[in-house]
């Protein structure tokens, strides 16, 4: 079976990419496959960001990979925290501080559209292949639940399946984590990105 380096560190991404692509490919982490810098993103959005840790691993490596970038994009904030979804309040990249700003921020506001979004990158003999996920919603007004990570506690998916909406209000980290990566912006685009890997097969 071929192998995919994932240019991620995160332990849940690395598993949530292994289920998607399995009988495809083995998937395997940057450190596993030798690569331990720290790339530095630069670019201004998720894409360009996504793009930049691709790229890294293909030139130190010459190894087809795959990366992705993603966050946090409030209407109301004018699409804020966006790329600097983990650092919004420093760059400690210290969530429940990020989560604080955020609802400080949203005080007394009513329109609370937001949404996930995530750009996959898929590095194959060096070209780059983007895809995109999102995941729609809202900014609750509080803090509920115990699961997920990051903005999870405050975000109020419209879905919790496909077709099934949200009539509870329940926040990601009120659901199940795999019924969190059926909806996930970065399940659908990793799902994506496995539908183009079978086509090249």
């Known amino acids: ?26 998937v395997i982490s940057a450190a596993q496959a030798g690569f331990t ?12 960001n996504s793009l930049l840790k691709s790229q890294a691993i293909w030139d130190a490596l010459g190894r087809d990979c795959f990366s992705d970038d993603s966050g946090l994009e409030v209407d109301a904030l004018n699409g804020a925290p966006g790329i600097y979804s983990a650092r919004y309040a420093g760059l400690d ?5 990020n989560i604080d700003k955020v609802l400080a921020q949203m005080e007394g506001v009513t329109n609370r559209r937001a949404r996930f979004r995530c750009c996959v990158t898929l590095m194959l ?18 803090r509920r639940g115990n699961g997920g990570f990051g903005y999870d506690p405050i975000f109020i998916p419209d879905i919790l399946a496909p077709g099934v909406p949200n009539s509870q209000r329940l926040s990601i980290s009120e659901i199940s984590e795999e019924a969190k990566n059926q909806i996930s912006h970065r399940g ?14």
């Open 125 to 142: 003999d060096g070209t780059p292949h983007f895809f995109d996920g999102t995941l729609e919603g809202e900014i609750g007004l509080e």
């Open 37 to 48: 810098e720290e790339v530095e993103e630069t670019g201004t959005t998720f894409q360009e």
């Open 1 to 26: 079976m071929k192998t995919l380096i994932f240019a991620s560190g995160n332990k849940g991404k690395i598993r949530e990419a292994a289920e998607i692509l399995e009988g495809q490919y083995e």
């Open 188 to 201: 659908v685009a990793l799902r994506l990105m496995a539908e183009y890997l079978k086509k090249q097969a």
């Open 93 to 97: 990249k210290d969530f429940q501080h």
